[in-house]
C-alpha cells in the first residue's frame, strides 16, 4: 500500500489542500492521502490560531466525502514541536507494510537538505514535490543522492492560503468556495478566525 502524507499546520484547511492532495494521489498512484495536522509547528513564527482539536475537527470535516482521504492525529496526541523524521518513523513503526510518501510544495523541495535528520528520513520515505507555476523546483540543485526520493508532480495554481482566509475572516470578508461548506460552517459556528 502506498500512503501520501499531508502535513500541515491546516489553520484552517482549505481547497487548495485538497486539490494538492488529490494531484498527488492521482499522479503517484497513491492508494490513500493521510492528512495530519502539527502540533506546534518547527518552522512558524507564531502559534495556530485554531487549537489543535478544532485544526483537526476541520480536516475531518473537509476530506469526509473522499475515500482515498483519512485524518491522522499522531501529532497531535504527541503534542509538542514535531519534526518529520521522528513523525515518520513512528509511523513505520505503526504501519511497517506501508510505503509512505511525504507531499510538499515545490517551494520546499529547495529546503529539503537543511531538514532535520534529512539522510535518516529519506531513507525511510519518498517525497511527492508539487511543481505550482511560478516556483522553481529544480530536482538537479538538490545533492545526486536526494534526487531520486523526489517525484515532481505537476499542481495547477491556486493561489489560496490559510494566512488569506484568516485575514478575511477577520475583516468580515466571505470565504465561501475556498474551503469546503463544512469547514465553513464550522468556522463560524465557533466563531473562528473573526476579530
Known amino acids: 500500500m502506498k500512503v501520501g502524507i499531508m502535513g500541515g499546520t491546516f489553520d484552517p484547511i482549505h481547497n487548495g489542500h485538497l486539490l494538492a492532495a488529490e494531484r498527488a494521489r492521482e499522479e503517484a498512484e497513491l492508494d490513500e492521502v493521510w492528512f495530519m495536522p502539527s502540533s506546534t509547528p518547527p518552522h512558524k513564527k507564531n502559534p495556530p490560531k485554531a487549537t489543535p482539536e478544532q485544526r483537526f475537527d476541520m ?3 473537509a476530506i469526509a466525502g473522499n475515500p482515498h482521504f ?3 492525529d499522531l501529532e497531535i496526541r504527541r503534542g509538542g514541536t514535531s519534526y518529520t523524521v521522528d513523525t515518520v518513523g513512528e509511523l513505520k513503526r505503526l ?3 506501508i510505503r509512505f510518501f511525504y507531499i510538499i510544495g515545490a517551494d520546499m523541495v529547495q529546503f529539503l537538505p537543511n531538514w532535520v535528520r534529512i ?5 525511510m520515505i519518498g517525497f511527492i514535490g508539487l511543481a ?19 517525484m515532481l508532480v505537476p499542481m495547477p ?7 488569506m482566509i484568516r485575514n478575511w475572516r477577520k475583516s468580515g470578508k466571505s ?3 475556498l474551503v469546503p461548506d463544512a469547514v465553513l460552517s464550522y468556522m463560524e459556528e465557533n466563531r473562528l478566525y473573526e476579530l
Open 175 to 177: 470565504v465561501r468556495y
Open 157 to 163: 495554481q491556486t493561489d489560496i492560503s490559510s494566512t
Open 95 to 97: 504501519h511497517p507494510d
Open 119 to 123: 539522510g535518516e528520513l529519506q531513507r
Open 132 to 150: 505550482r507555476p511560478g516556483f522553481s523546483a529544480d530536482i538537479g540543485r538538490l545533492p545526486e543522492a536526494m534526487r531520486k526520493s523526489v
Open 70 to 72: 483519512r485524518p491522522e
Open 59 to 61: 480536516v475531518k470535516l
